[in-house]
């Protein structure tokens, strides 16, 4: 499927396929589940598991996505971190 998806040099699917990929397998994640639900616990509910994950899957995707992007352009690393 991805090398299909190459092939029709649609860059946006592209790097939107590598953000949900991201996405995904984060929160599916079995040891960030368990941190997340250890973090709730240690902080007596004030940090949400659920709201945990999703911040860190978040932050996944989009250097996923920022990473594709490079790979794509051909831009140079530091001009993607700046």
Known sequence: MAEQLIETDRMFLIVAFGVLIGF??????????????????????????GTLRLLVACGVAAGIGIGVLR????????????
């Not at 599916?28 to 368990?34: D, G, K, M, R």
């Not at 709730?40 to 509910?45: A, D, G, M, R």
């Not at 352009?73 to 001009?79: D, E, M, W, Y």
Request: charged letters at 25%.
């Open 71 to 82: 790979i794509l352009t051909g831009a140079p690393f530091g001009l993607v971190i700046a």
């Open 24 to 49: 995904a397998a984060t929160m599916a994640e079995p040891a960030l589940i368990a941190i997340a639900e250890e973090a709730e616990e240690i902080s007596e509910k004030r940090l949400r598991a």
